[in-house]
């Protein structure tokens, strides 16, 4: 069906997933290789305004992409097809998130050497992947619409956690019941320090604003 | 804000959850409490959804209902304002999940002695609370058409457990790009015995078929 690569990680032996994540972002800033984790709900579009992302900056970086499921290969396949850029699938033995040697054992399956950027699409879940730090220097969660503005209420640690929150189908938001004002001041609540920024993956809203975030953090994330 | 009962719940120290899960479904056919777990992504809709559904047959069953959150008291409140039945809310300590022993604790806590049909609203997640069988006669999931028709790919676990897929949301079935038949064709693949019902939580449509399929499988489950 397609010659995507697929991987299949196991829990890993580690004690401290801190210290081996730690260890893990030293490794990839020797290296030169930014690494950002993107985190959701299932369905909530990290596929989708990956693809748009990638294109909007596949000609400033040399990008990667791992997508991480517990089953199936579409994401990656759709990644591969829509972008160009090098792909792989991360297969996670039913468990529920990536912890950071899950992450390491998928930058030696894709091969880091020639990429700068590099993204790990986390399992689509709002609880599990909030409590292991992957190693990635970003932290991103999409949320999207339909799926309420009080979600910052209920699943704390993954808006506590993230660096930047992502307002994803902000298109449908007539539609919808979603106060925008009200889930923004809720994220500041959890997080005074996140960035927030409204998209739509599907009419291209919004991912000029991400772009530019993009830059500006991997410029200084160099500099540092 | 409220005097909506709230109970903290931590990991069971059962080794077998299996064993406790069935040992808690005897117990409760044997005082005549049918059990029903409800799970989804969050944002799904099912809060919404178990709104409409009480609304329908609380002149038929004398029901409880038991909202499971890592944090917040939003669902249990507006679960006992908008249908009037008992509600109590279940904080999971960080957990991705309820288990047997967890729901036990609930059980107790809600007092299930003057109810015949409790509602338990599992943490929102497609991932870990199907892999823990909480001890309910009834399992049903939750996918809403903004999430997309993939889901039954990308997360097969919850799809093989689950008696009763309630696809939500259909009425924005126009915006988004979903396919029924696939979606169908590929729970089927998953699970050739689940039934499947769109309804649209928002619209009341779809209601009163799903308000069938309970009154059909409580007689059943008498029968047995």
């Given at each position: 069906?397609?010659?995507i690569k697929t991987i299949t990680?196991?829990?890993?032996?580690?004690?401290?997933?801190?210290?081996?994540?730690?260890?893990?972002?030293?490794?990839?800033?020797?290296?030169?290789?930014?690494?950002?984790?993107?985190?959701?709900?299932?369905?909530?579009?990290?596929?989708?305004?990956?693809?748009?992302?990638?294109?909007?900056?596949?000609?400033?970086?040399?990008?990667?992409?791992?997508?991480?499921?517990?089953?199936?290969?579409?994401?990656?396949?759709?990644?591969?097809?829509?972008?160009?850029?090098?792909?792989?699938?991360?297969?996670?033995?039913?468990?529920?998130?990536?912890?950071?040697?899950?992450?390491?054992?998928?930058?030696?399956?894709?091969?880091?050497?020639?990429?700068?950027?590099?993204?790990?699409?986390?399992?689509?879940?709002?609880?599990?992947?909030?409590?292991?730090?992957?190693?990635?220097?970003?932290?991103?969660?999409?949320?999207?619409?339909?799926?309420?503005?009080?979600?910052?209420?209920?699943?704390?640690?993954?808006?506590?956690?993230c660096d930047l929150v992502i307002?994803?189908?902000?298109?449908?938001?007539?539609?919808?019941?979603?106060?925008?004002?009200?889930?923004?001041?809720?994220?500041?609540?959890?997080?005074?320090?996140?960035?927030?920024?409204?998209?739509?993956?599907?009419?291209?809203?919004?991912?000029?604003?991400?772009?530019?975030?993009?830059?500006?953090?991997?410029?200084?994330?160099?500099e540092k």
């Open positions: 069906m397609s010659d990680v196991n829990r890993s032996a580690y004690a401290d997933n801190d210290l081996e994540a730690d260890a893990l972002r030293e490794y990839l800033k020797e290296r030169g290789t930014f690494l950002v984790n993107l985190m959701s709900s299932p369905g909530a579009g990290k596929t989708t305004t990956l693809t748009a992302l990638i294109n909007s900056l596949k000609d400033i970086y040399r990008i990667g992409v791992m997508e991480a499921d517990i089953d199936s290969d579409v994401d990656a396949i759709s990644i591969a097809k829509n972008t160009g850029v090098k792909s792989i699938q991360i297969h996670t033995s039913g468990m529920c998130h990536l912890d950071a040697g899950m992450t390491k054992s998928g930058l030696d399956g894709i091969d880091i050497s020639d990429l700068n950027l590099v993204f790990l699409e986390n399992v689509g879940n709002l609880v599990c992947p909030a409590e292991f730090d992957t190693g990635a220097s970003l932290d991103i969660m999409i949320l999207s619409v339909p799926e309420g503005d009080d979600k910052p209420l209920k699943y704390p640690l993954i808006f506590q956690k307002i994803n189908k902000i298109d449908t938001i007539g539609y919808f019941n979603f106060d925008f004002k009200k889930c923004e001041e809720t994220i500041k609540m959890r997080n005074k320090n996140a960035t927030i920024i409204p998209i739509s993956a599907k009419t291209g809203q919004g991912i000029d604003q991400v772009k530019q975030y993009f830059i500006k953090t991997i410029t200084n994330w160099k």
